[in-house]
């Protein structure tokens, strides 16, 4: 797979680097087996497009577009999800910069940011994610849940943090208990990273 079709983006760290918050075990599945096959799957569809465009033949496109946005999603946000990360070592705390201003004006306090954003986690039904966005018609931030990986994000609307709460991303680690590995997301966020996202489309 060369230019034209999607490549699975380098870990900004090791496997271990997460732990004991998300074990080595469970990153290099979710990484290696769950990132990797949402990239092969959307490259495989666009060569189905490609191959039936060159025969001329009739694909169902409803299936195969919705499949194709299924995976794509899946791919853009786990890229978005790895590097708003860090190393156990690293990781967690709270926001600085601009960043910290923003979630204090629109939410009142770091904690209560952090409390609804927790829950909005915790409550997305079945496979989701939850995410901090940015409107960029009213400049503010806006938490919101995400079904499988069907981004209900606008194009005015910028990603700046999401977590994973699909069950590949925890079960190993955590079971059911989905709550828990929300918990110890909090202490692996990159804050950095999560404000450099913001600083970007405020320049
Ligand atoms: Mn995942």
């Not at 680097?17 to 092969?40: A, F, M, R, T």
């Not at 497009?49 to 946005?69: F, G, M, N, W």
């Not at 079945?126 to 981004?151: D, V, Y």
Request: charged letters at 25%.
């Amino acid at each position: 797979m060369g230019k034209g079709f999607y490549i699975l983006p380098r870990l900004p760290y090791d496997y271990k680097d997460l732990e004991p918050h998300i074990s080595e075990e469970q990153l290099k599945i979710h990484y290696e087996k769950h990132h990797q096959g949402y990239v092969n799957g959307a490259n495989a569809i666009i060569e189905k497009l490609e191959k039936a465009r060159k025969d001329d033949v009739d694909l169902d496109i409803k299936s195969t577009l919705k499949a194709l946005s299924f995976n794509i999603g899946g791919h853009i946000l786990h890229s978005l999800f790895w590097p708003n990360l860090a190393p156990s070592v690293k990781g967690g705390g709270e926001p600085g910069g601009v960043l910290s201003d923003t979630i204090e004006k629109e939410f009142g306090s770091f904690a209560r940011f952090k409390r609804e954003f927790s829950q909005a986690a915790v409550s997305a039904e079945g496979s989701g994610w939850a995410a901090l966005t940015f409107c960029r018609q009213t400049n503010r931030p806006i938490i919101m849940q995400i079904e499988k990986h069907n981004t209900n994000v606008y194009p005015m609307f910028r990603i700046l943090m999401v977590i994973d709460v699909w069950e590949h991303a925890y079960y190993l680690d955590y079971k059911n208990a989905r709550a828990k590995f929300v918990d110890a997301f909090w202490n692996i966020v990159n804050w950095d990273k999560v404000n450099k996202r913001l600083e970007e489309l405020l320049k």
